[in-house]
């Protein structure tokens, strides 16, 4: 581990987080070449080893290379060219990998959408990026037939049994009876092969583009360099989080999702066997884990309860089980620890924080090194500090403020966006290029990080007493969560007549509770556990909490109810 220093008292400039690295860790070089060059060095002596398994197909390294070098040949000879953008909607299946990789072989950028588009976004998409082709999973094949005379571009159809093994692929098939379209298919595609003049090298070009998930506002594209990409890899591969060769990866993250791709070009960069499961439904999810009983898992909160709600097994190989997306309360937490214990494993529940536009994470806790309540520790080549979100001074050691992170994982920019661009990515004094989160929060001695809300979520109301109050949501959901009625509490801010501000609350309650009496017992502990200003105007229930594709709480969709309600 490093050595440690005295401490100036600002995280930015003392990093107290590298004395948990090793010296390879923090003086590694990062790689200077593509997503798909990078994956082929780390592997070509290797070609043996297990890539991807699929439902029970097996796919090697050197298997997986050849594939992405023939979907290259294959789209080279459609007219696919360096800078070309190509739109992909689908999930992980392994042709939607080969197509990714096989799009970064030529020098083209993947724009990989959501899976729940509806038809006049696809359009929407298709045209702002010019795109010269569209990969789109079966599944979603009857919106496209909807379209299909406004689409310009050829249109390729990934099976979601292309991969599975024969007896699956007969029963999908049976089950799920192909549609009639005129568009091409995977192995129709695969047919045309004229040879790709060269291999791309530019290490700094756009690689991939993928959306923010817009729970506050509209989606942006966000455009991720190879460079972005490969350092994210190199850092997570070179942390204290074991990946290596031999172990076993669990992927239930689409691509579409910033932690989707990153995690499995992280996998394949590090020689892990991975499994991939496109089934998003939570049991179905809990199940594959126990079957695979994998080294490595990362998730998100949802889940939590889903493997509560199941019987001790034996999880003695699962090494690292990550959550995110949201924060996870911390009875939650603790719960999830003894969970994992009781199952023998050395796991815990390793909060991370990251966002889209960093390619993923910038902090994580670690079995060995971790806090509760926090979010872990910046990765080793990545710095954070806190900032007063009125004036730009930089805050020293647990004062709140807005965090800022400088990171070799960071975008592009957002794209043919420069405007939000530029409110994101910021120079400080030194003309260093910052990434402004949005997010409140604090850096102790040790330089764990913790979150404490969102600025955007952060509302003036005024008090009985007439004097002005600053709302916090997050606490407020926090609070409400911590109760044994409350499943989910999501808060949104509405204004009266009066333009004052008060909070509106949508829960879920935990199973077998009633909603009318419970309704009152949230009423009860409101007015016990907060302050007067944060008592919401009113508390709403609901069935099931909506939520955005990359499994966050939908509170664009919540403050529409609110609309609905006469709270707006």
Sequence with gaps: ????????????????????????????????????????????????????????????????????????????????RAGDVVTIMSMHTPETIYAIYGINYIGAVANIVYMTLSEKEILHTLQNTESKLFFV??????????????????????????????????????????????????????????????????????????????????????????????????QEKYANFGFGRGKTFLHILPPFVGFGISHIHLALNAGIDSYLWIDLNPEAIVNAFFRVKPTFFVGGPALIDTFLAHKSVDLSRVNLFVGGGEALAETKEREINQYLSKCHSKAIYSNGYGLTETSST???????????????????KTVVKVVNPENFR????????????????????YFRNEEETKKVLVGDINENCWIRTGDLGRVDEDGYVFIVGRIKRIEITRGPDGMAYKLFPLHIEETVEASDIVEKCAVIICEDEERIHAPVLYVTLKEGREMPHDKEMIWDVCKQTLPVHEHPRSIHVLRSMPMTPSGKIDYRALERKATEHGNT
């Design 1 to 80: 581990m490093a050595e440690e220093k005295k401490l100036t008292g600002y995280p930015s400039i003392d990093k107290p987080w590298l004395k948990y690295y090793s010296e390879e860790a923090i003086n590694m070089p990062l790689p200077e070449c593509t997503m798909y060059q990078y994956v082929r060095e780390n592997n070509e002596e290797n070609l043996s080893d297990i890539a991807l398994r699929y439902y029970g197909s097996k796919i090697t390294y050197g298997k997986l290379l050849d594939n992405i070098k023939k979907t290259a040949d294959a789209l080279y000879s459609i007219g696919i």
């Design 137 to 234: 999973l079966d599944a979603a094949l009857g919106r496209i037939e909807k379209i299909k005379s406004a689409v310009t571009c050829p249109v390729v159809v990934l099976s979601i049994s292309e991969s599975m093994p024969v007896y699956m692929k007969l029963g999908y098939q049976f089950k799920v009876k192909p549609q009639k379209h005129r568009f091409l298919s995977w192995k129709q595609f695969l047919i045309q092969r004229d040879r790709v003049a060269e291999l791309a090298t530019d290490h700094t070009a756009p690689a991939v583009m993928v959306y923010t998930s817009g729970t506050t506002g509209v989606a942006k594209g966000v455009v991720l360099s190879n460079d972005a990409l490969n350092a994210h890899s190199c």
């Design 362 to 380: 910038l902090c994580c806790s670690t079995n060995e090194y971790n806090k509760l309540g926090s979010v872990g520790l910046p990765m080793p």
């Design 394 to 413: 930089e805050l020293r050691y647990n004062e709140i403020g807005e965090l800022w992170f400088q990171t070799p994982n960071m975008m592009s920019g």
